[in-house]
Structure formats: structure tokens, C-alpha cells
């Protein structure tokens, strides 16, 4: 039988309830006795807090209770760790000042938290909450990454004088150098790569609740993974045993990496619930989100390539700063680095790379991890340097691109990664023609004739998803493992229940994992459930980021599931009173090899739970497994975008009127899902190029972008749709040979956006976004260099 | 100082007791316990909340619950049949992928059916263009529009 389930695009599990409206989000639940919860946060972006009066704001209607920075450290709750070590060029370790999960003598951002206050109903504790009087001492304050290490700059923790984090470097400096000097042409860039807010559509929000009966706690939270969630809260922060914290992240409305994080006010609330001894309610307003949730991007970067008279790439060097924010956040400090340095060979044979990385701290929103998380940013850098590149040595993007493609594998890049296979001039080749790239100056001519201004851009990334192993990423300072765990429940009847440490969010889990085992166990989906969310019933996780969940989570099922199939010819075998060598399992069936006797998959399981005929001296009855996965590496996603801009140089405004995507994800299990995912990828990198940008005032150090009206999302009118494709080539290192698919499009389209645009304007660089004035601003530009 | 609203919601009679500050869609979460409808943001710009009301699309975060008062109000949880059988529209977008998180969801269909009653065989460009008041950040919105445009048809049959 044909495997009906892998590849095919089989409609949604969790679409019902999310349509009907009976999805469970975390404000959504409601817990007898809740009381509510509102944070005082810093309106200043530095500011020594002198003193913080609660007793007006106490007697208000409806307070019950209001707690302080002080309050924390006298129950010695500890600050937010931070997940990865960096070490610096000179072997010390990067500087970890402390992250008190409520102010401790300063406030170091907008929208720091200095207070909760805990009511009887929501707006009570937000009217309360003006009432508490905090006097601050407002300080000088620093913003933007490429002022946190100028002389005289204010200083955001005192043990980082320079407001360096660490300077972290990565490749032969020394040959890079050697490589420019003998280089016959050298491309310079130098650009920002933009501040942007994740916004998931659902605001964070927790619900904490304490028993007494058994000294438990449940976390109800909006997060991407429980388990770290726990793990990180239990030991490292409030000293809670692990074993007596349940935390569920029941649906949650879309994460983009902004719902990793161990945040201070699933802490802050957890810890009260227990003072008060009543659940602790905290859902977050836009505003709220937007001065709170950790941020993504914010690098300063200078880029340089070196080529030879043919155009081949000799060298690259890259200097970066990096914007951490006020405080490391959970993951924070491997993202421009691990995640971003390590990608810098993109698809392409440059044999030496040199980068160095500073992570500076300054007053700000703290920034981790942003859907790509690094890699967006290093692709940004290495397609617009071969592109540009490729303009000032009057060659085709596209053959240029071919003359460095890598084309064996394995192949080991100069910045650490071993990439296992690919094939870039397929994606490519497909691309080109999904694009009419043939037809394009033609299309040019008939914008020109009609006063237009079109491009074209091209950006052929790579992508890392699935960090891993284990012990590889901890020599390199990870301070968690990166394995997935997977249980699969066979019930006496033959029905599933898999329980996954993966989260989903938005990705189809429920559909794409039940494809796997219903592929893997020949039974119909229907008879498989798939659970994820919850530390009360899943035995472990490490959740869902990095594009990981298909290639690990996926792969601890389908592990999971062998050992079920497994112990079910065991089983099987005593049954048919064969030996277990001659039983083979197909299309749902144990079968003894050569003959017609066979037992279904649910005679197997119901002898294993009712085993009156069964091997009991040799095997336990049950048929229940689990499974722990640590990939042997990465997988590598690759694909290549074009993208095809139109520009009205009287207005500035700029349409995207062709969007190509050709990606190669290695084996795809559900098309429509995967299609999915690239759409809305596509649309948070057009979302860079063109309309996002966070931007904070310079010297008050305010949030200009606080809001839907200052921060423009992309709406429905500002994308095309979109022409996307696939090339496969099956990863070599798992068993369903996937690769990942949930950050190529936010990798791939910012500098496909920007090379199509820089193309139409027949400018160097122009800045993201790239709003309509200053599109505007460069046509001007131009035009009046045309006219000198 | 509370107030008592009482209004009609998916049909059924429904009142309660709030302050009067309080906005519809807190009304329609908290007090009715109808949390299909969703808070995204606080600026009357995501959508999420949308709901109709008298028959026409609002984002019910930005109107007080007094103003509704005696007002004939459908949430998502009203839109299926009884039996449970899916609208067209909500169809539409299961079969076309038009949700990922499905945070956005229910207010996109909200809109999407009040859309298909204002033009009923919509372009692209048009659906896009009156789409501008739902934020997504899941789905690009692609698959959003593949929907409408589907479920368009269905609904003029």
C-alpha cells in the first residue's frame, strides 16, 4: 500500500475549535477565585527608584495584595537566568548582571517592571496600580547599539562599565586579512539591520494558581515551551521543587520566538499566588506587549567580501554590534552569535570567514530570539553583499550566485556548521523560471513607460534548524539540552494518544505528527490524538523553536513508535505462535512472512492489555513507549527568493508584484502546511524590509512604536500572493529525512525585498524599512545627482 | 457605578450586571463567558474582536457593553449550524488553510462574512483592500484570501 499520509495536505485538526471559537487560550481560562493582576512599570528608560509607596494604592477598592522588587528579594526569589553562556576573544565569560524579575533600585528600560498589583477584578488592580507612587530619580539614558560603547555613555549595570556584554569572535582573522589583501575587488556594506516586535496576535498572559492541599502550583502561561518554562522557574529562580509545578501552555495565539522566554511576570504571579493563596490573573495589552515582549534583530553591521577578477568569493569579514537590550533575556546571547556568525557561508564556498560579534546593553526592551533569530540577519548580510557585489562587477546575480554555489556535501563551512546536503542550483533554477525572471525587461520597459521604477532581487539563503547535539552545543556555552521527547500511548483498543514535547502554536502539529504515526502505524488519523502543552502529561520537552519540531519532536515519535511496533512482533509472534524474526509489520498489521496469518494492529494491543495469551514470563504487558531524541546535527533548509518590486517614484510607495519562493525543506509531510508556513515567513521579512520598525526616541528613551498605529504590521494590501515551490533533498540524519520550515521565509525576503528595491531605485543601500519617504527621500536623491 | 445590559446573543436572550466602563468585548469574554471573541489589541486596529452586531461587522473592543444594549449580537460561537456543521465561510478556511494560531481567526470570519454580504463576488485586490481593519501574523494572509474569494462563491450559490 501506498503511504497515504506522508505529503499529502490533509485539513487541520485544531481547525474546528479554533473556527467555532471554543479554542482554549491562556486569558481564556478562568479559575474559581482568580484575582487579577497589573504591573506598575517604569515610564522612564532609566531612573533610580528611590522609593515605591503601595499603602494609598493598598486601601484602594478591591486590592489585594501589592508587591514589590523588595518583597521578591526578601523571599530570596532570585532574577531570570540567561540560557547560554558566550565566551569572549579573550576566554572570559560574557558579563550576566542580575535580571530581578521586579526592580531593585533602578529601572533600566520602559516598561520595566517595578510592581504587581493584585485585585479583586482587572480594573481595579489597573486603578490601583496608578496610585502606587513610585519616585524615581530619572538617569541619562542609551538606546541605539552603536552609541552603548562611546565614551561617556551612560552606564545600564554597573559591572559592564563599557556596556559590553562580551566581544565574541568566530574564524581565521588572520587568513580573512591575508585573503582581502590580494582580493582584485572588494564589496562594503554597512547597515542596520531594524529593531522589530514580535506580535503574536495573543497578548502574553499567565494564570497562577497555588494548593495548599499538596503545596502545588499550576502555571496556565502563553509559552513555546513548558518544560523549559519549569525547569528554569523551579531551579533557577523561585527554588520551587519541580515535581510540584505544573505548567500548561494550553492554545497559544502565535509565539515567533517571543513566547520562549522564562518572562518575570509568569514568576512574579506564580510566587504570589501562593501569598495570597488564590490564583493570580495576567493578560498583557498591546501596550504592555509592545514596551515588554522581548524584541528581535537590532544588529550595527559592517560587512565586507572579497572576490576575484571571475567573481568567485575569496573572503568575508563581518563586524557586528548587537543590541541585547537592558537585560539578557533567556536565550539573548546566542543569537547573534551561534545562530548568526555560524551562517555567514550561506549556500556559497567562500573559503575564509571572520566575524566579530559585540552584544552591548543599553536601555531598551530586552531582544532574544525573533522568527529566523540570527539567521534572517546573517543572510541579510551575505545576499546583499553577493548581490551588490554582483552589480559593481557587472555580473548576473544569478551566476554569480552559481559560480560559488556549494555543490558537494557533506560539505564543512569555515564558520563551524557541516552542511549535509542540499542542492541550491536546483532551487534556483526553479525559482528563475516560477519568477519569468526572462520576461523581466520587458515588464521594466512597460513600468518605465508608465513613470515606474522596477526591480528585481534575488536572496538564496540557508538556514540552521534543529540546534543540536546536545553535548556540542553545551562545549558551546548552552546551558540546556536540545533533544525532543516523545511518548506513544497505545490504548487496549488499538487508539493513540502521542504525547509530544513540541508546542504548537500556529504550526499544525496535531495534523502534521498524527500524519507521521498514522503513515508509520498504517491506522487512521482518526484514531490518533496528539498531545502537547503540558508538563502534567508529557514526560519531557524542549519545545518548539528554530524550525525544530518536525526533524526532533517528529523524530522522538517516530522512535517512540518503532519501539511500539517493536514490542508489538513480540507480541504478535506468541500470538501466531511464530518466531518474531519471521514477523513483519505492514499496513497496520503484524504478518508472519510468506504466509496469510496475521494479527491487526488492535488484536496486538488488546492482548498486550488483556494478556491472557501472552509471553508474561519473557514481556511486561502494555504496549506504551517513549522515546528521547538528540540529533546528530542540524538539518539545512535552503531555498532561493525573488522578489519583483514596482516603485512610484512621485509617491515612494512600493508594491511587491512578484514573490517567488522555491525552498528545499527535505521531505515534506503536509504541502498546505508547509505552504502555510512560508507565506507567513514571506510576510514577516517583506514586514522588515518594508513597514516594521521599532524605533526609540534617542534621548528620552521612550517607545516611539508603542502601538498598531505607530508600529505598521503588514495588512492584507501590503503583500502579493505569493508563488511558492519546493526541491527536496531529503536530510541524511533522521529518519523522515525532514528539515524544517518555519523561519525560511522571515530569512530569505528581507534582502530579496531589498535587493529588488535597491535594483528599482538604483541606489547602494537604503535603510529598513524601507518606508514610502524614504523611498521618496532616495528618489529625490537621485534625481538631483542626475541633474548635478 | 454598574449598569444592567441586556441584549440578544446567537439568538438567546443575555444580560449581566457591569460597570460602565466596561467594553463590549469584556463583556461578551467575562460576563457571558463567550471567549471565542478575542482581545489582540487596544487601539481598535487587530480585529480580533470583531463580532456583528445588528447585522453589520464592529470590533467590539471599541463601544462600551451600554451601547449595546438591546442589540441583536452574533459571536463566532453563533455562526455554525446547530447540528455543528460549519458556515461556508468558516469551511472555506479550513479547507484553504486561512488560520494557523487561530488566534486572529474568529474575527477574520466575522469580517470575512460581513465582506462577502457587502460585495458578494469580491476580487483579490478588493478583499485585501477591505481586510485592512484584521491583523494576521500567522497565515500572510494568502490563504485568508483564497478563502473569502471560495467561500464567496459557495455563498452566492
Redesign the interface.
Known amino acids: 500500500m501506498a503511504t497515504p499520509y506522508i505529503g499529502a495536505s490533509i485539513k487541520r485538526k485544531e481547525d474546528y475549535r479554533f473556527l467555532t471559537g471554543a479554542g482554549n487560550y491562556t486569558d481564556d481560562v478562568a479559575l474559581p477565585g482568580q484575582t487579577h493582576a497589573h504591573f506598575v512599570r517604569s515610564p522612564h528608560a532609566h531612573a533610580k527608584i528611590k522609593s515605591i509607596k503601595k499603602d494609598k494604592a493598598l486601601k484602594a477598592p478591591g486590592v489585594v495584595a501589592i508587591f514589590t522588587g523588595d518583597d521578591l528579594a526578601g523571599a530570596k526569589v532570585n532574577g531570570l537566568p540567561c540560557g547560554w553562556l558566550i565566551t569572549d576573544v579573550n576566554g572570559q565569560p560574557m558579563k550576566e548582571p542580575p535580571h530581578p524579575c521586579l526592580a531593585q533600585g533602578k529601572a533600566r528600560y520602559v516598561g520595566d517592571h517595578v510592581a504587581i498589583v493584585i485585585a479583586e477584578t482587572y480594573p481595579q488592580a489597573r486603578d490601583a496600580a496608578e496610585l502606587v507612587k513610585v519616585d524615581y530619580e530619572e538617569l541619562p539614558a542609551v538606546v541605539r547599539a552603536a552609541e552603548a560603547r562611546k565614551n561617556g555613555a551612560p552606564v545600564v549595570h554597573d559591572i559592564a562599565p563599557d556596556n559590553t556584554c562580551y566581544v565574541w569572535g568566530l574564524g581565521d582573522r588572520a587568513a580573512v586579512d591575508k585573503a582581502f589583501s590580494g582580493a582584485a575587488h572588494v564589496t562594503t556594506l554597512e547597515f542596520l539591520n531594524n529593531r522589530l516586535v514580535p506580535n503574536a496576535i495573543e497578548p502574553r498572559a499567565a494564570n497562577a494558581t497555588y494548593s495548599r492541599a499538596d503545596d502545588s502550583y499550576t502555571l496556565y502561561v502563553a509559552n513555546q515551551n513548558p518544560h523549559v518554562e519549569r525547569l528554569l522557574m523551579t531551579a533557577f529562580v523561585l527554588g520551587l521543587p519541580e515535581h510540584k509545578v505544573r505548567v500548561v501552555a494550553p492554545d497559544v495565539g502565535g509565539g515567533f520566538g517571543s513566547k520562549i522566554y522564562l518572562y518575570a511576570e509568569d514568576v512574579v504571579c506564580t510566587w504570589a499566588s501562593k501569598q495570597i493563596n488564590r490564583p493570580v490573573k495576567w493578560t498583557a495589552d498591546r501596550s504592555e506587549s509592545f514596551v515588554s515582549d522581548a524584541h528581535g534583530r537590532d544588529h550595527v553591521t559592517r560587512a565586507e567580501l572579497a572576490l576575484d577578477r571571475e567573481g568567485r568569493f575569496l573572503a568575508m569579514r563581518v563586524t557586528t554590534t548587537a543590541n541585547m537590550g537592558a537585560y539578557l533575556s533567556t536565550f539573548a546571547s546566542c543569537i547573534p552569535t551561534i545562530l548568526y556568525a555560524t551562517l555567514l557561508a550561506g549556500q556559497y564556498t567562500t573559503p575564509v570567514i571572520y566575524a566579530e560579534v559585540t552584544a552591548v546593553f543599553t536601555n531598551t526592551a530586552p531582544v532574544d530570539a525573533y522568527r529566523g533569530a540570527g539567521r534572517p540577519e546573517a543572510t541579510y548580510v551575505v545576499e546583499r553583499l553577493v548581490e551588490t557585489a554582483a552589480r559593481e562587477m557587472k555580473m548576473s546575480p544569478a551566476e554569480i550566485r552559481r559560480r560559488n554555489f556549494i555543490k558537494t556535501f557533506p560539505y564543512q563551512t569555515p564558520v563551524a556548521l557541516l552542511y549535509d546536503t542540499g542542492n541550491y542550483e536546483a532551487t534556483l533554477a526553479e525559482a528563475l523560471k516560477i519568477a519569468d525572471v526572462a520576461g523581466f525587461q520587458g515588464r521594466r520597459a512597460d513600468a518605465a513607460r508608465r513613470g515606474k521604477l522596477r526591480g528585481l532581487g534575488y536572496s538564496c539563503y540557508i538556514e540552521a534548524c534543529g540546534i543540536a547535539p546536545s553535548n556540542v552545543a553545551g562545549a558551546l556555552g548552552a546551558r540546556a539540552g536540545l533533544f525532543e521527547a516523545g511518548e506513544v500511548r497505545v490504548h487496549p483498543t488499538g487508539k493513540v494518544t502521542v504525547f509530544t514535547g513540541s508546542h504548537s502554536h500556529g504550526q499544525g502539529h496535531e495534523t502534521t505528527f498524527g500524519q507521521v504515526v498514522a503513515d508509520r502505524l498504517g491506522i487512521p488519523m482518526e484514531d490518533i490524538d496528539i498531545v502537547h502543552g503540558d508538563t502534567g502529561k508529557i514526560l519531557f520537552g524542549m519545545g518548539t523553536y528554530g524550525s525544530r519540531s518536525i526533524a526532533v519532536g517528529g523524530t522522538a515519535i517516530v522512535k517512540a513508535v518503532d519501539k511500539i511496533v517493536a514490542k508489538g512482533k513480540k507480541i504478535a509472534a506468541h500470538l501466531m505462535e511464530a518466531a518474531e524474526a519471521d514477523i513483519e509489520f505492514k499496513d497496520g498489521a503484524f504478518v508472519v512472512r510468506g504466509t496469510d496469518k496475521k494479527k491487526a494492529f488492535a488484536e496486538v494491543s488488546l492482548a498486550a492489555y488483556v494478556p491472557h495469551n501472552y509471553p508474561l514470563d519473557k514481556l511486561e504487558p502494555g504496549l506504551n513507549e517513549n522515546a528521547f531524541y538528540d540529533p546528530a546535527n542540524f538539518t539545512f533548509p535552503a531555498g532561493s527568493h525573488i522578489c519583483e518590486v514596482e516603485v512610484d517614484p512621485d509617491t515612494g510607495t512600493v508594491s511587491i508584484v512578484n514573490f517567488t519562493a522555491v525552498d528545499d525543506f527535505g521531505k515534506i509531510i503536509n504541502p498546505m502546511i508547509v505552504e502555510g508556513q512560508v507565506h507567513g515567513g514571506l510576510t514577516q521579512g517583506i514586514g522588515q524590509a518594508l513597514t516594521e520598525g521599532c524605533h526609540y526616541d534617542k534621548e528620552s528613551g521612550q517607545l516611539v512604536t508603542g502601538s498598531y498605529l505607530d508600529y505598521c504590521m503588514p495588512r492584507a494590501d501590503d503583500v502579493p500572493a505569493f508563488k511558492v515551490g519546493t526541491k527536496e533533498t531529503p536530510c541524511t540524519h533522521n529518519p523522515l529525512g525532514v528539515k524544517g520550515c518555519g523561519e525560511a521565509g522571515a530569512i530569505g525576503a528581507p534582502a530579496a525585498v531589498m535587493n529588488a528595491l535597491t535594483d528599482a531605485l538604483g541606489v547602494r543601500d537604503i535603510e529598513m524599512p524601507a518606508t514610502p519617504q524614504r523611498i521618496w527621500r532616495a528618489c529625490q536623491e537621485s534625481k538631483m545627482k542626475k541633474a548635478a | 457605578m454598574t449598569v444592567k445590559v441586556s441584549l440578544t446573543v446567537n439568538g438567546k436572550p443575555a444580560s449581566a450586571e457591569v ?1 460602565e ?1 466596561t467594553l463590549l468585548v469584556n463583556f461578551i ?1 467575562d460576563s457571558l ?11 481598535a ?2 480585529g ?1 474582536c470583531t463580532i456583528h452586531m445588528n447585522g453589520r461587522a464592529v470590533k467590539s473592543c471599541n463601544m462600551l457593553a451600554m451601547q449595546a444594549e438591546g442589540a441583536d449580537l452574533v ?3 453563533g ?2 449550524k446547530a447540528d ?1 456543521t ?1 458556515h461556508p465561510m ?1 469551511e472555506a ?3 484553504h ?1 486561512g ?8 474575527g477574520m ?1 466575522m469580517s470575512a462574512i460581513d465582506l462577502v454580504k457587502n460585495f458578494p463576488d469580491p476580487s ?2 478588493l ?3 477591505q ?2 481593519g ?12 483564497k478563502a473569502i474569494k471560495a467561500a464567496s462563491q459557495t455563498m452566492r450559490s
Not at chain 2, 134 to 145: K, P
Request: proline share 2%; charged share 25%; glycine share 8%.
Open positions: 460597570e466602563r469574554r463567558r463567550l471567549t471565542g471573541t478575542h482581545v489582540g489589541c487596544d487601539t486596529q487587530c480580533a459571536t463566532i460561537e455562526i455554525a455543528g460549519l468558516q478556511f479550513r479547507q488553510h488560520l494557523q494560531c487561530g488566534f486572529c481567526t474568529p470570519v483579490e485586490e478583499i485585501r483592500e481586510l485592512d484584521n491583523l494576521c501574523r500567522c497565515t500572510g494572509y494568502h490563504n485568508i484570501v
